[in-house]
């Protein structure tokens, strides 16, 4: 068989099919629901994503498959749902006229969870089992973020998925992965912040250390498995045959340490802890308080400390011994510093903003989210959106960030209500009547 880019030929002829491998090598199976469409914008349409995850690594990572075109069937508890969907407040009330009680859907599973439609079934019954059983043998992708071998006892662990599915990519989140001392430990994006690296670098030079802002482990594993699912899913276009992604908080963590490990690694000496906003190299590069705020100016080179010092009204510390060259700047740290300080405290960060438009240095206001989301580059780049929420009306959200040259990833549906699409996978997919679902609903197999 001939390949273009290692891709067998026939495979490449079958694209405009519809069909594609399936349960193993040889076979294909046809696309079926959105995959008719034909919309070429989203690269993934067609590929069916059976999501068994909650709260953010693994949700973030079925998201970004969503946007880019796959349907994604989130499975949720019955009862309670996605852990997030209690996460609140804030949350976008239910409006008036909506079947649904209480205070609304919360701003933390919103954020998350589009493109996607739940299905809320419960696996402690072997009805369930089947069910996800039937599901699995239909899907191209399974994502899970359980406790390694928890799901082994329901017979939805890889090696049972497997022989059911043998072309399915099985990826399984979780916070030390498959192996290791650490493997049977429940991990949260905070603990392995704070076990590997990252919290001991991060806070004030002087004060205690802190986690980051937003949960970043948890969305950098997303990030990572969403692209080791892509090239799984290039590896299965020359072999029919699916795999086993082993993606860990903990490994993430680490390797998202980039320059810091490095430095490390090839002197063999610990790291230089923490620096607050400024760089342990170059000085100056952090905030300064302005009379109404902060702002963050980089001088990276002799040069751009030369654009800082005209702008600061300062142009004599180019030629000050103390101050001309990097290295000379970097053993005065505290003195330059303080004296820059002096000097911006005595504008607004506006006004410094304006000071240093155009002059080629880089410098930025230090943003509270909501000036963020509103920010005029934010808008330019439409990187928040609007969609309609069957039972909240309006809702706004952040919207996919890659943009392409023809691909077209986007917010389709907003993101679904607990059980919203519980009958209608039951009936495309598994082709069940009502009587049938409405039997599993009256037993509490699903909602």
């Given amino acids: 068989m001939s390949r273009i880019l290692g891709v067998p030929r026939a495979l490449l002829q079958l694209r405009g ?16 629901g959105s995959a008719a469409s034909g919309d070429v914008t989203l690269p993934l349409e067609g590929y069916r994503v059976l999501d068994m995850t909650r709260v953010l690594a693994g949700p973030y990572c ?21 852990d ?91 916070g030390y992965g498959q192996n290791g001392p650490y493997s049977k430990r429940a991990g949260y994006d905070v603990m392995v912040e704070a076990e590997f690296g990252l919290m001991h670098i991060t806070g004030a030079r002087d004060g205690p250390p802190v ?13 990572y498995t969403s692209n080791s699912i892509m090239a799984a899913l290039l590896a299965r276009a020359k072999t029919g045959k699916g795999q086993h992604i082993d993606a860990a908080l903990s490994d993430c963590q680490t390797a998202t340490l980039a320059n810091i490990a490095s430095s490390s690694l090839i002197s063999g000496e610990k790291d230089t802890g923490r620096w607050g906003t400024a ?4 000085v100056p590069y952090k905030s300064f308080e302005t009379k109404d705020g902060d702002i963050l ?53 506006q006004e410094w903003l304006d000071i240093f438009e155009g002059k080629g240095m880089p410098y930025a206001a230090v943003n509270d989210v909501l000036t963020t989301l509103t920010h005029e580059h934010t808008q330019a780049r439409n ?8 039972d909240c009306g309006p809702i706004k959200l952040v919207n996919t960030p ?19 699409n519980t009958n209608e996978i039951l009936r495309e997919h598994l082709g069940m009547d009502d009587n049938q679902i409405q039997a599993l609903r009256e037993s509490g197999v699903v909602r």
């Fill in 84 to 174: 997030t969907r209690a996460w609140g407040p804030p949350y976008a009330s239910y409006k008036s006229g909506s079947a649904l009680e209480g205070p609304g859907e919360s701003a933390y599973f919103l954020g998350v969870n589009r493109n996607k439609k739940s299905l809320a079934l419960s696996f402690q019954d072997p009805a369930g089992i089947e069910i996800l059983h039937k599901l699995a043998a239909k899907c191209d992708i399974l994502v899970e973020n359980y406790i390694p071998g928890a799901l082994k006892k329901y017979g939805l662990d890889f090696e049972t998925i497997h022989k059911i599915n043998p072309a399915l990519i099985y990826a399984s989140i979780t």
């Fill in 17 to 32: 099919t519809g069909r594609r491998f399936g349960p193993g090598p040889g076979a294909f199976r046809t696309f079926s």
């Fill in 62 to 82: 079925t998201q970004i498959l969503g946007d880019l075109g796959a349907e994604v069937i989130k499975i949720e508890h019955p009862v309670r749902g996605d």
């Fill in 211 to 223: 986690k980051v802002g937003v949960a970043v482990t948890d969305l950098t594993t997303g990030l």
């Fill in 383 to 390: 990187m928040v959106v609007e969609v309609e929420h069957g």
């Fill in 402 to 420: 890659i943009k392409y040259s023809h691909s077209k990833p986007r917010v389709r549906t907003p993101p679904p209500t607990l059980g919203q």
């Fill in 297 to 349: 100016f980089g001088g990276g080179n002799d040069r751009l400390f030369g654009i800082l010092c005209d702008g600061l009204g300062r142009p004599e510390w180019k030629e000050e011994e103390r101050y001309k060259i990097n290295a000379s700047r970097v053993a005065h740290r505290n003195e330059l510093e303080a004296e820059i300080e002096k000097i911006t405290v005595t504008k607004t960060t």
């Fill in 279 to 282: 760089h342990p190299s170059i």
